[in-house]
């Protein structure tokens, strides 16, 4: 398997919890979110955005297996990796854990966005490098039918 680029660590917050006191579904999300946001941010030396004015990333596709419950307090460890480099978008893994147990996995497609043609448009050069240097895979096959951007 191939190794984990990134991760991020965050605690269970009293606002994250659902009515059974564990963390709510929704919130597992909200994780996935700031660790992938840190990750890309990350990727230039500046830690500010390496996209141009008027671009900015959708997600396309999104999926997550719950695999175990976290609580109030726990330290969740946030790992991903890119994958399936594209021409205007790309994939991003991931796995939570509270210590070595699996919270969660699965995988983010994001497409890079015009805002102003609302349109794709092609990922940046050094995005494109970073993600490589980090182990994303070229895409071999057309997209699925939800990510044909």
Known sequence: MRPWAFSHADEVRFADL???AHLNNVAFLVFVETARVTYVRAATPSGESPLPPGVGFVIAEQRINYRSPAYLGD???TFLRPDDLGRTSFGIEFEMRVGERVIADGGVTMVCWDRA???PT???????ERFAADGARERTAPPSRLTKL
């Open 18 to 20: 659902d009515t059974l």
């Open 75 to 77: 330290r969740i460890d």
């Open 117 to 119: 043609t609302e349109r």
């Open 122 to 128: 092609p990922l940046p050069d050094a995005l494109r």
